[in-house]
């Protein structure tokens, strides 16, 4: 981490614009913590303020208009293609699709404070028909908003980030080696999870002939289409 340290010292900006780029395209890298680090190194004068909230900002915008082009241009095709990759099945488009359904485009403010939200926001916007120029307008604020929190936090925290780079380098790979893990169980209880609503979701299912039987039955189901108006269009 000090070697990392160094290196974000000596090219912040661009090393801040790359993790931020990355967690955009939806590469489960988070960019939070390279900002909150980038923050506290503000605060000691190591970096420069405005031009680490730019970079990380401007970087945003390059992987959301390409997620927003291809919801666009194949619409429900990219959306089941997120959520087959998603962590977090059970809420990936149906949340996103109630926040637009509630806020409109005002859900790309705080769609990358969410988990998964930040992935889906940009396709689901483009598959719902918002113009482009709107699309940047509003993804930008919200870019601007979550870098500057977490710069912001980073600044506040200086002393506790200092000392926990501290307590990293007194105790080296041992102290890598426990969050590594930690992050690896929590990745893989999350696969877990997903597996078992799949599987959920195919025990629950019947086929369309099934369904065509039961309707030409003596007694027929009621079926209640619980789609939203986006998936519709």
Not at 13 to 20: C, E, G, R, T
Not at 207 to 218: C, H, K, N, Q
């Amino acid at each position: 981490m000090p070697d990392f340290t160094l290196l974000l010292a000596s090219h912040g900006p661009w090393i801040i614009a790359i993790a931020v780029a990355l967690d955009q395209l939806g590469i489960p890298i988070p960019s939070a913590p390279t900002l909150m680090l980038a923050g506290s190194m503000i605060a000691s004068g190591e970096l420069s303020g405005p031009a680490t909230l730019a970079a990380a900002t401007l970087a945003a915008l390059p992987p959301d208009l390409l997620w927003f082009e291809l919801g666009r241009r194949r619409g429900q095709s990219v959306l089941g293609l997120l959520c087959r990759i998603s962590i977090e099945p059970d809420s990936c488009v149906r949340t996103t699709r109630e926040s637009f359904e509630k806020r409109g485009p005002g859900t790309l403010l705080f769609a990358k404070f969410v988990p998964g939200l930040q992935t889906v926001a940009p396709p689901l916007a483009g598959a719902g028909g918002m113009g482009i120029g709107r699309f940047l307008a509003f993804d930008a604020v919200g870019a601007l908003i979550y870098n500057l929190t977490f710069l912001a936090a980073g600044y506040g925290l200086r002393t506790q980030i200092e000392g926990f780079l501290a307590l990293l380098s007194a105790f080296g790979t041992r102290l890598v080696t426990v969050i590594l893990a930690s992050l690896v169980v929590w990745i893989g209880w999350k696969f877990f999870q997903r597996r078992r609503f799949l599987r959920q979701l195919r025990i629950a299912r019947i086929d369309v002939g099934t369904l065509g039987s039961m309707l030409a039955s003596d007694e027929p189901p009621i079926v209640y289409d619980l789609r939203d108006r986006l998936s519709l269009e």
